[in-house]
């Protein structure tokens, strides 16, 4: 199984706004579904924008890694950090 397919986006959470609307709680949504939700503080809104860049993220880490590989072999550390990244990234 694979993610769900970017982009991803940081949303108000309309549905809880109706019930709480003094709070800003945040969905993570890919079209129209939600990936996950998170709460109305500081740490978590920049946790809901580094989420949403995941999908970004991984694919230029794997032409990184391609790169990476290319030019420097894959002895380099940074070669093995990606590697080790992406197979993070992958569902179990």
Known sequence: MEHT???WRVAPDLEF?????YHENRNIM????VICRMTDH???RANAQLIAAAPELLDALKVCQVRIFMLEGPENPAYEQARDAIKKARPV
């Open 17 to 21: 706004a109706r019930l709480h609307p």
């Open 30 to 33: 890919a079209n129209d579904w």
């Open 5 to 7: 397919n970017g982009p």
């Open 42 to 44: 500081a740490e978590q």
